[in-house]
Nanobody, 129 residues
Framework: QVQLVESGGGLVQAGGSLRLSCAAS????????MGWFRQAPGKEREFVAA????????IYADSVKGRFTISRDNAKNTVALQMNSLKSEDTAVYYC??????????????????????WGQGTQVTVSS
């Protein structure tokens, strides 16, 4: 059983930056691909970014490409999301999630919420315009 705890959310002005972090415990971190998702009020949870178990491959939603960077540190059991050039439409609760290695990395499954077995509680990001 993997436990995930996000941190780093907050209020930031448009154009600013935030760095989210997710700490994992209770499992072997490198046995999982990791992802970040977000959910805005009244909307479905959507994919933001994912990183493969070893950190060599990353995938991003089109809406955040060039602005967000996902990274992981398997020695520290953490995954981070660096968010730059934030926009008001980035306002949402951000969740980190873990998917098993059996996932076909790079396929459409990588961006689906149902692919991920474990989820954090989320951290609020609010971007003021």
């Amino acid at each position: 059983q993997v436990q995930l705890v996000e941190s780093g959310g907050g209020l930031v002005q448009a154009g600013g930056s935030l760095r989210l972090s997710c700490a994992a415990s209770g499992g072997t971190f490198s046995y999982y691909h990791m992802g970040w998702f977000r959910q805005a009020p009244g909307k479905e949870r959507e994919f933001v970014a994912a990183i493969s178990w070893g950190g060599r491959s990353t995938i991003y939603a089109d809406s955040v490409k060039g602005r967000f960077t996902i990274s992981r540190d398997n020695a520290k059991n953490t995954v981070a999301l660096q968010m730059n050039s934030l926009k008001s439409e980035d306002t949402a609760v951000y969740y980190c999630a873990a998917a098993p290695l059996s996932v076909d990395w790079g396929s459409r499954l990588t961006a689906r919420t149902g692919t991920y077995n474990y989820w954090g509680q989320g951290t609020q990001v609010t971007v003021s315009s």
